[in-house]
């Protein structure tokens, strides 16, 4: 069965942004369309745009009345689901392929889909609380257990699992571990400590698909620098480390492959400020430069601010959104895609002003999912 791939950028761009913006792309028949990007709007009207990831040009829009919390989407379904910001916490579901719009109560704040899309895990992260699983057809809860405090979850395409960082404190003791919960009953199946792994300060923190190293950014107290750390679990032992600017983040490949790495650096011992995009191989353990001067890949007079990017489905290319900033004028101005082989922007699109001329966008997450087509 053919796949086509749906991409979520999250933004927040404020009220009056709707009343005078510009696009100049032309919304294009929805059924031409092979992959998806969806830019998440989080401030009045909060909502989601969807774009054509080949030429960035606006498919479509949904709006909401709710402000938008955490999200993610259905791997499977073509389905985004999320947790609203307002007192009553409610799991949304939007259905891409019939629009349509439905919403439960929940007691979760974040939430994760299972890899087949069955299942959707809600939990309280950064503080204990109580973990719940919906059946994602009927919505319904089919398990629910207070497992303790979740650092993140994640999930790994083709395994029934949800893999989650429970993380304790005690005094100046920390105690972490990973575990396995199967996605029908949150039962655990494995656990594997992490207590040799340092989350204080951590920026960014990811699972390979094989399930065999983990990965974590962090960053120095002192705010001057950070690491990329990768750790091997079966060994229970970090076995690299590379020094990285201040708050980097990190996308893994589709192919599980390869990992890029937002560094951001300082320019003549002044602020950090010009982001780096580094490219580790996780086979190998070689990491490179692949994005260093803005200058030498188009984007003249300009620096990238954003720290956040995002692997193509095809492994091809990176996203980088919003992070293009003029020096002279301070304008966020395009969503980026950066083909890694031939070092160079092919595409971008312009965050359109408001009425009074004015960009502002601020990027709170970015992530990727695959989607089949039916």
Request: aromatic content about 12%; charged content about 20%.
């Amino acid at each position: 069965m053919p796949f086509k791939y749906l991409i979520i950028l999250t933004l927040v761009i404020p009220v009056y942004f709707f009343g005078g913006c510009n696009i100049t792309n032309q919304p294009e028949e929805e059924d031409q369309i092979s992959s998806k990007l969806v830019v998440h709007i989080g401030n009045n009207p909060p909502g989601f745009w969807f774009f054509n990831t080949d030429s960035l040009t606006l498919i479509d829009s949904l709006y909401t009345q709710e402000r938008i919390g955490y999200l993610d989407v259905d791997s499977n379904k073509e389905s985004i689901y999320w947790i609203d910001g307002s007192v009553q916490k409610k799991l949304n579901t939007y259905k891409l392929t019939s629009k349509s719009k439905s919403a439960v109560n929940t007691r979760g704040i974040s939430l994760k889909v299972s890899s087949d899309g069955e299942y959707i895990l809600t939990y309280k992260n950064f503080e204990p609380g109580l973990s719940e699983i919906y059946d994602s057809e009927d919505m319904n809860v089919v398990a629910s257990d207070s497992l303790g405090r979740f650092l993140d979850v994640f999930t790994i395409p083709d395994r029934p699992f949800f893999y989650a960082i429970v993380y304790s404190e005690e005094g100046e003791s920390q105690q972490s571990k990973l575990i396995s919960l199967n996605q029908e009953n949150l039962q655990i199946e494995n656990e594997i400590s992490l207590d040799y792994v340092n989350f204080s300060s951590f920026n960014d923190i990811g699972l390979s698909y094989d399930a065999k190293f983990f990965f974590l950014s962090n960053t120095d107290k002192s705010g001057a620098f950070g690491n990329f750390v990768v750790y091997d679990l079966e060994l229970r032992a970090q076995v690299n480390q590379f020094q990285v600017g201040p708050y980097s983040k990190f996308s893994i490949s589709p192919d599980g492959k390869e990992i890029y790495i937002t560094s951001r650096r300082s320019v003549n011992g002044t602020t950090p400020q010009n982001i780096q995009v580094l490219n580790y191989d996780i086979s190998n353990k070689h990491i490179e430069v692949i994005i260093d001067d803005p200058s030498e890949i188009g984007l003249e007079g300009q620096y990238i601010e954003s720290e956040h990017v995002l692997v193509s489905p095809d492994s091809k290319s990176i996203y980088l959104a919003p992070g293009n900033k003029d020096k002279a004028t301070g304008k966020y101005s395009d969503i980026l895609q950066f083909d890694v082989e031939k070092r160079r922007v092919i595409n971008s699109f312009e965050i359109p002003r408001d009425s009074l001329g004015r960009y502002s966008t601020f990027l709170i997450n970015m992530d990727l999912v695959s989607t089949q087509s039916n």
